[in-house]
């Protein structure tokens, strides 16, 4: 599979957030990358918890605070 961010979008994003645009990009990346190892988090919320905390532990480990809300 493939991953594409789109740098105004990202951009434009990060900034709704409030997050840098590196840290909002490096979410993003993990993100597709869980998803191209198969999970899925529309699948149930058990699912979705599940991706997220793995979301937030690779994070973690770049120290990039928590983007769901420093729950991890």
């Known amino acids: 599979g493939d991953i ?3 740098l ?7 900034a709704e957030k409030g997050a840098s645009l590196e ?3 490096a979410h993003l990346i993990i993100h597709g990358l869980l998803h ?6 529309e ?3 058990a699912d979705a918890d599940a991706m ?7 994070l973690a480990l770049m ?6 809300g420093d729950r991890g």
């Not at 997220?52 to 690779?58: D, Q, Y």
């Not at 120290?63 to 769901?68: E, F, G, L, Q, V």
Request: charged letters at 25%; a negative charge; hydrophobic letters at 45%.
């Open 36 to 41: 191209l190892a198969g999970l899925d988090h």
């Open 23 to 25: 840290h909002y990009a």
């Open 63 to 68: 120290a990039i605070a928590d983007p769901y």
């Open 52 to 58: 997220e905390a793995l979301e937030i532990k690779a």
């Open 4 to 6: 594409a961010l789109a």
């Open 8 to 14: 105004e979008t990202c951009g434009r994003e990060a």
């Open 43 to 45: 699948i149930s919320p």
